[in-house]
């Protein structure tokens, strides 16, 4: 089972404009983290929140967490074509990394 | 630095059949998970290894059983291959159990 949802399913954006991808997921956690994976290869770490953070940055990448919502978002300002891959938010507790189904996120030069 | 390698990187086997995946971890890195991504969908978690024991595990059937060497590195098995085991599979290493994995870059299994 998949404990991270990401919403939207999908989305197409412009290059230059700013992207953002929200995760919901449903216990209690210890970090919540962000890959993109590029045309089914294997996945690239982006980010990692911890459950006592709220906003994480890392170059052109924003990260929230709300920990009483159960939820995160995902910013990527000045998006690039090179931008377009699927993004996954992974949850980690008591189990290693659940993932969500991912965001399919297109960049269109 | 070498990353995380994986092999082979294709393979299509027929129903019934038995595959062994490899993977060699990170260095330095001591923990290895495996996952199966379908198509469309995120990567599920198979088993962790550590100091050549499984770990923990997902809500896979004992067809699926793994190996760590004392190197570190990890192999993959399925017996009695179905169809619906075709999918991505993934390894994954990390220094600490839970903080950020370390992807390789996969093995498409086709199953026919």
């Known amino acids: 089972s998949q404990q991270g949802e990401e919403d939207p399913q999908a989305l197409s954006i412009q290059e230059g404009e700013n992207a953002t991808m929200n995760c919901s997921y449903k216990t209690s956690i210890n970090n919540l983290q962000w890959y993109r994976q590029n045309s089914g290869r294997g996945l690239v770490h982006l980010i990692l929140i911890r459950s006592n953070e709220r906003e994480k940055h890392s170059g052109r990448l924003r990260v929230t967490l709300d920990t009483s919502k159960k939820s995160s978002s995902l910013l990527i300002t000045a998006s690039r074509a090179a931008d377009t891959a699927s993004y996954f938010c992974?949850?980690?507790?008591?189990?290693?990394?659940?993932f969500g189904k991912g965001t399919r996120l297109s960049v269109i030069a | 630095d070498a990353g995380v390698t994986q092999s082979p990187t294709h393979l299509i086997k027929t129903r019934g059949q038995q595959v062994t995946l490899r993977c060699s971890p990170k260095s330095g890195h001591d923990t290895v998970s495996w996952y199966q991504q379908a198509l469309g969908q995120g990567p599920q978690f198979i088993f962790q290894y550590y100091e050549e024991e499984e770990r923990q595990r997902g809500n896979f059937p004992d067809r699926f059983s793994g190996h760590q060497f004392p190197n570190y590195s990890s192999e993959l098995n399925v017996n009695a291959l179905l169809l619906g085991d075709s999918a991505l599979y993934l390894c994954?290493?990390?220094?600490?159990?839970?903080?950020?994995?370390?992807f390789g870059p996969g093995t498409r299994l086709l199953v026919l």
């Open positions: 992974a949850t980690s507790g008591n189990t290693p990394l659940v």
């Open positions: 994954a290493s990390s220094s600490v159990p839970g903080e950020t994995q370390y």
